[in-house]
């Protein structure tokens, strides 16, 4: 079977991926465990922004605020769990293509 150019691109490129996937499932992790610390801090700064709302007056400041860290927080909550879920479903690496590309190996030695 004879591939075109960019067919050939595309194939290069998913032997990079799969030779990059070593080193970038513990980026992954890396990456989760640093968005749950920053949902941590962002939950702590929030905690203390409602504490310090409670000994005064509850202004619209204080209200803004408390939604802006309160959805940073559930951004990199969810973000995290993201990168933990992917690094732990493909953590031998991407089934498909890994199937993929011992196919087109198959294909070019015969050929």
């Excluded at 940073?72 to 909550?77: D, G, L, P, R, T």
């Excluded at 973000?79 to 992917?86: K, L, M, Q, R």
């Amino acid at each position: 079977m004879e591939f075109t150019a960019p067919e050939m691109k595309l194939i290069e490129g998913l032997r990079k991926q799969d030779r990059q996937w070593r080193w970038r499932r513990w980026a992954m992790l890396g990456v989760g465990t640093f968005s749950i610390a920053l949902c941590a801090g962002f939950g702590y700064l929030t905690n203390g922004l409602i504490k310090e709302a409670m000994d005064g007056p509850l202004s619209a400041q204080f209200a803004f605020f408390i939604m802006l860290f309160w959805t940073k927080c559930c951004f990199y909550f969810a973000f995290g769990i993201v990168c933990f879920a992917t690094a732990w479903t493909k953590w031998h690496g991407d089934a498909n293509r890994m199937l993929l590309l011992k196919l087109l190996d198959s294909q070019q030695k015969l050929a």
